[in-house]
C-alpha cells in the first residue's frame, strides 16, 4: 500500500505533511479524521501542529479500525507530547477540549516504529516500504 | 497539583451524585491488550458472583466484543456497590493478522480474528464515549506504561469526567514495576494487583466500593 514518493529529481523518499495550527482549527471532527486517515493509506507521515482533542482521538482510534483490511491497512502509529504550557494543557483536559500545544505524528502502522519515548523525547523509525 | 486534585474530586463528586442509588454502575474495564483484564474481570466477578465473564488467553485479543456481567455487589467497611462489569477488547490502533500467525493460528481464523478485534477496538471505544459511568484501567505492570495509547485512553477518559482508578496488574511477574505505572500518571491513585494469584484484592474492592459507590 504504501509508495515511494519521487521528487521532481526523481530521488525516492517517504512524504512528510505538515499540518498547520490553523488549517486544523478550520476542520471539524470528520474533515480532521479524513485528512489525516488519507494521508496515512497513500503511506505519507502526517505531522499536526496542535494535535487533536481527546473526543476527536477517540473517533480517530473507531474509524482506523473500521478501515483495516487483511493484507491492506494495518492502522496507524501516533505519538503525540504536550508542548510547554502544560498548565493550559492541563486546564483545558478537565474541560475536555484540550488538543492544543500537542503535537502529533501520525504513519501507517506498518512503516513507524517508536524506538523511545519519555515525557519530552520520542525516537521514531520511519522506514520505507 | 494540590488545586488540580480538588478540582478533580469534585468533579468525581458531582459525577458520583448523578447516579440513582439503586442502579447498577456501569464500570468498563479498558486497557491495552493482554493487561489481564479478563483475569481481573473474571476474579471480581467469581468473588461476588461465583461465576465468570469469558476465556483468559495469552493470546492478544482474545477479548473481541465487550462482555458484561450485572449485578455484582461489592460490599467493603460496611459500604456496598453494586456494579455491571463490562470486559472490553484490548485498545489498540493497529491490527495485522500476521501477527496471530505466530500463535499457530491458521491464516484464515487469524484474518478472522483480525477482523473481529478491529470491531471489538471500535465497540470499546463507542462505550468509552457513551455507555460507561466509570473506568476501571488495567496495565500489566511488568511493560511500559508510557505508551501512546496509554496516553490517550486516559486522557480521553479524562475528557469524559468519568472516575477512574488504575491498576497495576501482574505484580507476580519479574520485572513488575508500580512505581513505573505511577510516574507515567501522577495524577491518579495507582493499586498494585495480581489478578491471577488474587492478591490484594481487598484493596483493589475498598477502592471500587470508595470511587464507584
Redesign the interface.
Same mark, same amino acid.
Given at each position: 500500500m504504501a509508495e515511494l514518493k519521487s521528487g521532481d529529481d526523481g530521488t525516492d523518499g517517504v512524504r512528510i505533511d505538515l499540518i498547520s495550527a490553523d488549517r486544523l482549527e478550520s476542520l471539524r471532527t470528520m474533515e480532521k479524521i479524513r485528512l489525516i486517515l488519507d494521508g496515512v493509506h497513500e503511506g505519507n507521515v502526517v505531522i499536526l501542529e496542535s494535535g487533536l482533542? !481527546?473526543?476527536e482521538? &477517540?473517533?480517530l482510534?473507531?474509524v482506523?479500525?473500521?478501515e483495516?483490511s !487483511?493484507d491492506g491497512f494495518?492502522?496507524?502509529?501516533?505519538?503525540?507530547y504536550p508542548g510547554g504550557d502544560s498548565k493550559a494543557g492541563?486546564v483545558g483536559?478537565?474541560m475536555?477540549? &484540550?488538543s492544543d500545544s500537542k503535537m502529533t505524528v501520525i504513519g501507517p502502522?506498518?512503516q513507524i516504529e517508536?524506538l523511545h519515548?519519555?515525557?519530552d523525547f520520542i525516537s521514531t523509525l520511519i522506514t520505507r516500504r | 497539583m494540590g488545586l488540580?486534585t480538588n478540582?478533580?474530586q469534585s468533579?468525581s463528586r458531582v459525577t458520583g451524585s448523578l447516579f440513582s442509588a439503586q442502579d447498577p454502575k456501569r464500570i468498563g474495564i479498558y486497557g491495552p491488550p493482554n493487561a489481564g483484564k479478563t483475569t481481573l474481570a473474571n476474579r471480581i466477578a467469581k468473588d461476588w458472583t461465583g461465576e465468570t465473564i469469558g476465556e483468559e488467553s495469552h493470546i492478544p485479543h482474545e477479548t473481541r466484543r465487550a462482555r458484561r456481567k450485572e449485578n455484582v455487589e461489592i460490599t467493603r467497611d460496611g459500604k456496598s456497590v453494586t456494579i455491571d462489569i463490562v470486559d472490553t477488547p484490548g485498545?489498540?490502533?493497529?491490527?495485522?493478522?500476521k501477527d496471530f500467525l505466530e500463535h499457530d493460528i491458521e491464516e484464515d481464523d487469524a484474518?478472522e480474528r483480525?477482523?473481529e478485534a478491529?470491531?471489538g477496538?471500535?465497540e470499546a471505544?463507542?462505550w468509552?464515549?457513551e455507555d460507561v459511568d466509570g473506568v476501571i484501567y488495567v496495565l500489566d505492570s511488568s511493560t511500559d506504561p508510557?505508551?501512546?495509547v496509554n496516553?490517550?485512553l486516559i486522557?480521553?477518559i479524562?475528557?469524559?469526567?468519568l472516575p477512574v482508578l488504575i491498576l497495576a496488574n501482574k505484580t507476580d511477574l519479574d520485572g513488575s514495576s508500580v512505581s513505573r505505572i505511577g510516574n507515567a500518571f501522577p495524577q491518579h491513585e495507582t493499586i498494585p494487583l495480581s489478578a491471577l494469584e488474587g492478591s490484594n484484592m481487598d484493596e483493589v474492592y475498598e477502592k471500587i466500593a470508595q470511587y464507584f459507590g
Open positions: 482533542a !481527546p473526543e482521538e &477517540s473517533k482510534i473507531e482506523t479500525m473500521s483495516i !487483511p494495518t492502522g496507524i502509529e501516533i505519538e503525540t492541563i483536559r478537565l475536555g477540549n &484540550s502502522a506498518n517508536t519515548k519519555d515525557k | 488540580l478540582l478533580r468533579i485498545v489498540t490502533t493497529k491490527v495485522d493478522y484474518v483480525s477482523r478491529t470491531e477496538v471500535a471505544m463507542h468509552l464515549r508510557f505508551t501512546q496516553t490517550m486522557g480521553i479524562e475528557s469524559q469526567q
